[in-house]
């Protein structure tokens, strides 16, 4: 489940960071980074859960 997670996350980021790269519009760049900043939060999360659940010995 985590792992999963985790992936999706992933690819949310890369699509975002994408999207960032060629956007001139100064308020969308603003909603695109505030999206980025949350996913990434999101991957440290699911990141954390996935390493807390392989030292309680299972995934």
Same mark, same amino acid.
């Given at each position: 489940?985590?792992?999963?997670?985790?992936?999706?996350?992933?690819?949310? @980021? &890369?699509?975002?960071? #994408?999207?960032?790269?060629? %956007?001139?519009?100064?308020?969308?760049?603003?909603? @695109?980074? #505030?999206?980025?900043?949350?996913? &990434?939060?999101?991957?440290?999360? %699911?990141?954390?859960?996935?390493?807390?659940?392989?030292?309680?010995?299972?995934?």
């Amino acid at each position: 489940m985590y792992q999963e997670d985790e992936m999706s996350v992933e690819q949310q @980021i &890369e699509e975002l960071r #994408a999207e960032l790269s060629w %956007c001139d519009d100064a308020a969308e760049r603003r909603q @695109i980074e #505030a999206e980025l900043r949350a996913a &990434e939060k999101r991957l440290k999360r %699911c990141n954390r859960a996935l390493r807390q659940a392989e030292q309680a010995g299972w995934q």
